[in-house]
């Protein structure tokens, strides 16, 4: 026999806030770039715990993970997340060098 159990899914309020946390998060590495306001690799570490913190907001607010969800489904989403990331920031480092090689010959 299956029980079901009530449970309301995000609210409003909570989409809202993670998409003004997303904006934040997506502004600022644009700002620090396009008014070059500090050095290249202060520059470069913001923007890397930008999107760091980026990842959390999106698994926290639009993926609605949190502590009543089990553990294993907290576990497939972040290493979803993982693999996502390597791929994407990994393939645009190896393109870019690549790129980068290729130029200098």
């Not at 079901?4 to 644009?30: C, H, K």
């Not at 890397?48 to 989403?77: G, K, M, W």
């Not at 994407?88 to 130029?103: E, F, P, T």
């Amino acid at each position: 026999m299956q029980t079901t159990t009530s449970r309301s899914g995000p609210s409003l309020r909570s989409y809202l806030t993670g998409f003004v946390l997303a904006l934040v998060l997506t502004v600022i590495p644009f700002g620090l770039v396009a008014a070059d306001a500090l050095p290249r690799g202060s520059t470069l570490v913001i923007i890397a715990i930008a999107a760091l913190l980026q990842v959390l907001v999106h698994l926290r607010y639009f993926l609605d993970l949190n502590l009543t969800t089990t553990p294993r489904e907290n576990i497939l989403a972040i290493a979803f997340a993982a693999v996502l990331i390597f791929i994407m920031v990994g393939g645009s480092l190896w393109i870019m060098l690549d790129l980068n090689a290729r130029m200098m010959i």
